[in-house]
């Protein structure tokens, strides 16, 4: 008595993956909001100068002085150790967050 092999049931080939067309590169244009000149008040002008500069400008010259002047925390980078003429931007607060520092000084321009 011989049994018969049984034979593995024969195996469906994957559906053909469809290719998605490829989406062409359309340039970003940038949101006139962030790119308005805005006048920052005395408190501001004494850190990064009184011309009127788009806020995202306003963002990279407080770096620059924050970068210059070593204020920014040792143990946690990510905050930021305020001097005089910072203080009066984090409102009395002698360190804030960098997360913070955007919504900070949106008080400070106009």
């Known amino acids: 008595m011989a049994t018969a092999a ?4 024969a195996k ?5 993956k469809k290719v998605a067309a490829k989406k062409v590169a359309v340039k970003r244009t940038p949101n006139a909001a962030f790119m308005k000149p ?3 008040d005395a ?5 990064i100068g009184s011309t009127p500069i788009p806020r995202t400008e306003i963002v990279k010259q407080l770096w620059v002085y924050i970068k210059k002047h070593g204020l920014q925390d040792a143990t946690n980078k990510r905050n930021i150790n305020a001097d005089a003429k910072l203080k009066v931007l984090f409102d009395g607060k002698s360190q804030v967050t960098m997360f913070q520092l955007a919504g900070l000084i949106g008080k ?3």
């Not at 469906?12 to 053909?16: F, I, L, N, R, Y």
């Not at 408190?43 to 850190?47: C, H, R």
């Open 6 to 9: 049984k034979k593995a049931p």
């Open 12 to 16: 469906k080939a994957a559906p053909a």
């Open 38 to 40: 805005m006048v920052p």
């Open 43 to 47: 408190a501001l002008a004494a850190v």
């Open 108 to 110: 400070h321009a106009k």
